[in-house]
């Protein structure tokens, strides 16, 4: 069937299964047409937003690191002699609001991955002067990103949008807790014993695989696993009454970056906000928009231009980044962004152009899902939003019955003066 | 063939007929891979650039009929682009679509490839995107800015010996007419290699394979390659500017490609030594896992591009001459005389022991099950097709795996020493401070470890050992040059 038919079906191509075991653990099973390969994303919902405690921030990308360290049973250098052993690709990465251990193997080994992969979750065991090695390597990772202008741009945009809410740090955490990490053995104990239950923990299984053979072995390796009791209590953010800029002087050569952000709703996929926001995102920014356009093919004042939505468990922030050639022009390219934002605001957008995003939504997944692993892994982001595939497809089904107005409503409601923040990058040849 | 040098000799016919690797599936998808078998390898030093802007005038400019503009207004509904890569002997261009798409989508990639427009103002766009991609792409960039520095200086002199990115100086000359002409002499049916794979109906490829003929017919011939140069001593170049640590790259060219009886063999030495951003490796776990020195450390012996954001090497990247690669990611300042020593002492210890016997069988096995995931998009499936139809060898997943099942303990111990070596090597670190790192480098005096907690016996009198190691360097193999200046 046609993907851009009248009629909307439903955005995931595949049938899937959904099995909650007694302990809290939940297993979502989706068969796919790609044959033999396997993908097992493991998603637990805790990311940097559960960092509450001051001077403890990026513990949750921590334990991405420390969760490679190993068990009594399967001490690490068993862990990476199996996983190479079988040809798997096993790796694991941290956002804001979740951590996913995943790994990518033959169908005859999904017994072996999930028997290893229950063991390191239930037994993990470190030594304090292991634990003190693997800080120096998430150090050395805070280093290899330090070179990026993108990511001071982004730390200094948390920083500045946000007073109370841990989305004020990035997934990285802040330096001075990075920093002091090797003294923090005793609180990643604390860290573990908190957020790696099963209650938080959600096992996406995709590929070459059946539900109930899948859900048996779960059962078996999981099913001991005790369920937890801490509840985060995670700061509302207070709203913002005012408009806010911050800057950052880049030490070496950079093109000025400029970055517009407003305070946006967490994800929700029964009301038209995230579907609205996503849409005036591509309208107003992407490659397509008339200030794309604008900026980087005729008037070629700027060669980056992208704004983004982010689907988050808690309100965040909609960000629009303009890459700026000279810095001479940022306060046009501030004034133009800001002039668009208006606009939108104003009237609402043609129907066939909001047609046109649809179909690129669809299609983008269509084209995108072509191999279990990316589909296990466009999964995962909604899992940790919703502990369900099934929020995906309600998302999409937003789109299919989004109109102009509800996307004028949404620029109106969110992208207000009061809930701005503006940060500025220039390097030392580009002074404000 | 005004662009062609004199050491670019006629050797050998390409074949005549447009080479075409059709994979038809049931899919929804159409994927398309086209590869050009030119690069900058044929481009002059001082129109260093040329290759990649051509390519990108193509995938990101508007054809004879339609402005830039007009193609993404046209491509946004589908969700389709075409992307283009650029190296020293291959121009690849990859796009795909849904089936429900694929007359739009042919129609605009066919205009593209072979109807081109050629606006100044796409060219000036284009070249500042290639400019900028120097200035503040690659120098923002410590690790993949070491990289690169590496192959031009391994390679120097040769049709190797610029990145295929031009430099700043060369991409401000190049003009729109030495593109068209870059086109009209580089692009013809004798370097086309057509892959299609997917749902696309019958008869598609035939009236692909047609349009495609509007080509010239090409040459005929293929460059011969000149080999990098010899080199009779270690040298380092240190790449100053302002960064937190310092990121090391350390190399020497091998005579080892895919289409060597050695590769495989060597393939795997490199995979126990420092398989790509996997944890288990030799390197990985005394440098990383043994003693947080950074976060990870890994062996190659074939280009591989922006590795910090892929985890697999990307397809279309054949070369004629390889290198043999360290990557030692970012290391805390007092700590970076240590890690490149230590990482030294590894591949002298890996080189001296050889591997061992469960090391080899452990990799063997997962090298013949890995290889699988290289391929498991049709877009990279057709990229393997292509690469191996380049070197005239067997398709490379099967033809690895057969390699593999047969190869010996002995048989890798073998090439290791052959083609490994921890002396005459070149050395790339991006640092500040780089004098401070040149008089460290020559003076060679120790540089003792400290670490954060207490380290078992066995490496405590590693260090000892480590920390000594002579390196073996005067000051005049030392060469320091400001980061804005590289690639200038």
Redesign the interface.
């Known amino acids: 069937m046609a993907l851009a038919a009248q009629t909307p079906q439903k955005i995931l191509p595949y049938p899937y299964s959904q099995a909650d075991l007694p302990n809290g653990l939940r297993l979502v099973t989706v068969p796919a047409d790609y044959p033999s390969i396997v993908a097992a994303f493991i998603v637990v919902s805790t990311g940097s937003r559960n960092e509450v405690e001051p001077g403890h921030t990026g513990f949750a990308h921590l334990f991405e690191h420390l969760m490679f360290k190993g068990t009594e049973k399967f001490p690490q250098a068993k862990y990476d002699e199996t996983i190479k052993r079988i040809g798997a690709a096993s790796n694991a990465f941290t956002t804001s609001d979740f951590t996913c251990y995943h790994t990518t193997f033959s169908k005859e080994d999904l017994a072996t991955v999930l028997a290893m992969e229950a063991d390191r979750f239930q037994n993990l065991k470190y030594s304090e002067a292991d634990f003190k090695t693997e800080t120096l390597a998430v150090l050395g990772e805070y280093n290899k990103n330090s070179s990026s202008p993108f990511s001071k741009l982004n730390e200094v945009l948390a920083d500045t949008a946000f007073d109370r809410h841990p989305y004020k740090h990035t997934t990285m955490g802040f330096l001075k807790d990075i920093e002091d990490m090797p003294n923090q053995y005793d609180y990643s104990l604390k860290f573990f014993d908190r957020y790696y239950r099963p209650e938080y923990t959600t096992i996406l299984v995709v590929g070459d695989v059946k539900a109930g053979p899948t859900r048996e072995l779960v059962e078996r390796y999981w099913g001991a696993w005790k369920r937890g009791s801490y509840q985060p209590e995670i700061p509302a953010e207070p709203p913002q009454d005012a408009p806010r800029t911050g800057h950052v002087d880049w030490p070496s050569e950079t093109l000025p970056l400029v970055t517009i952000a407003f305070k946006a709703p967490a994800y929700s996929d029964d009301a038209t906000d995230t579907a609205a926001l996503d849409a005036l995102a591509y309208l107003a920014f992407s490659e397509n928009a008339d200030l794309y356009q604008k900026l980087v093919l005729r008037e070629q004042k700027v060669d980056l231009l992208e704004g983004s939505s982010p689907s988050r468990v808690d309100p965040s922030l909609f960000e629009i980044t303009a890459r700026v050639k000279k810095a001479a022009d940022i306060d046009y390219v501030r004034g133009q962004i800001l002039e668009t934002v208006k606009a939108f605001q104003e009237k609402p957008v043609d129907a066939s152009r909001l047609d046109a995003v649809r179909k690129h939504l669809r299609y983008a997944v269509a084209l995108e899902m072509d191999n279990s692993e990316t589909i296990a892994r466009i999964l995962a982001e909604y899992v940790a939003l919703r502990r369900t595939p099934e929020t995906m497809n309600k998302l999409y089904a937003q789109y299919a019955r989004l109109t102009p107005e509800d996307v004028r409503q949404a620029a109106r409601k969110y992208l207000s003066e009061k809930g701005r923040t503006i940060v500025t990058l220039t390097g030392p040849e580009g002074a404000k | 063939m005004r662009l062609l040098l004199p050491w670019l000799l006629l050797v050998s016919s390409a074949p005549a007929q447009i080479r075409l690797l059709a994979r038809p599936s049931p899919?929804?998808?159409v994927?398309f891979r086209i590869v050009f078998t030119t690069g900058s390898a044929v481009e002059p030093r001082a129109k260093a650039g040329l290759a990649y802007l051509t390519a990108m005038m193509l995938a990101g400019g508007g054809t004879r009929d339609m402005t830039?503009?007009q193609i993404?207004?046209a491509m946004?509904?589908?969700?389709?682009s075409v992307s283009a890569q650029v190296d020293k002997e291959m121009c690849t261009f990859a796009g795909?679509?849904?089936v429900?798409?694929l007359k739009e989508y042919y129609k605009l990639l066919r205009a593209m490839l072979l109807d081109p427009g050629w606006r100044e103002?796409d060219f000036?766009?284009v070249r500042?995107?290639a400019i900028?991609a120097i200035?503040?792409g690659l120098?923002?960039?410590?690790?993949e800015l070491g990289k690169e520095v590496l192959y031009q200086n391994l390679f120097e002199g040769t049709p190797y010996g610029h990145y295929s990115g031009g430099t700043v100086g060369s991409l401000e000359k190049l003009t729109l007419d030495d593109v068209k002409q870059f086109y009209r002499t580089q692009y013809s049916q004798s370097h086309l290699i057509l892959g299609i794979a997917g749902g696309y109906p019958g008869g598609f490829v035939e009236s692909m394979k047609k349009d495609f003929r509007k080509l010239p017919a090409g040459a005929g011939f293929r460059p011969r390659m000149v080999p990098p140069p010899f080199i009779d001593a270690t040298r380092v170049a240190i790449v100053e500017?302002?960064?937190?640590?310092v990121?090391f790259s350390i190399g020497f060219p091998i005579g080892v490609t895919r289409a060597s009886p050695d590769y495989a063999a060597l393939l795997l030495a490199a995979s126990y030594l420092g398989q790509h951003?996997?944890?288990?490796g030799v390197l990985y776990d005394r440098m990383?896992?043994?003693?947080?020195?950074?976060?990870?450390d890994y062996a190659y012996i074939e280009y591989f591009p922006y590795g910090?954001f892929l985890?697999e090497p990307p397809p279309n990247l054949a070369r004629h001459f390889q290198i043999f690669q360290l990557w030692i990611?970012?290391?805390?300042p007092p700590a970076a005389m240590f890690a490149l020593r230590l990482a030294l002492h590894e591949l002298d210890r890996f080189i001296k022991d050889g591997i061992p016997q469960d090391g080899f069988e452990?990799?063997r096995?997962?090298?013949?099950?890995?290889?699988?995931?290289l391929t498991?998009?049709?877009g990279a499936e057709l990229g393997y097709l292509i690469d191996s139809t380049y070197y005239g060898t067997a398709n490379y997943v099967p033809a690895l795996k057969a390699s593999l099942a047969r190869l010996t303990r002995d048989d890798v111990n073998r090439v290791i020493q052959r083609y490994l070596r921890v002396d005459r090597l070149a050395i790339v670190a991006v640092s500040k401070n780089g004098e401070e790192l040149k008089r460290q480098l020559a003076s060679g005096d120790p540089s003792p470890m400290t670490?954060?907690?207490?380290?078992p016996a066995e490496i405590a009198e590693e260090d000892k050992v480590v920390e000594k190691r002579p390196l073996h360097l005067r000051p005049e193999d030392i060469k320091v040059a400001p980061?804005?200046q590289v690639f200038q």
């Not at chain 2, 946004?76 to 389709?80: E, I, R």
């Not at chain 2, 990383?288 to 990870?296: F, I, T, V």
């Not at chain 2, 670490?451 to 380290?455: A, C, E």
């Open positions: 899919s929804p998808l994927t830039y503009q993404v207004d946004f509904p589908m969700a389709a795909a679509t849904h429900d798409n103002d000036q766009r500042d995107d900028n200035k503040v120098r923002s960039n410590d690790e500017k302002n960064t937190r640590s990121a951003r996997m944890s288990g990383r896992e043994k003693r947080g020195l950074n976060y990870g910090m985890m990611r970012p290391v805390e452990r990799t096995d997962f090298l013949g099950k890995y290889v699988n995931v498991r998009t049709k670490y954060n907690s207490p380290k980061a804005d």
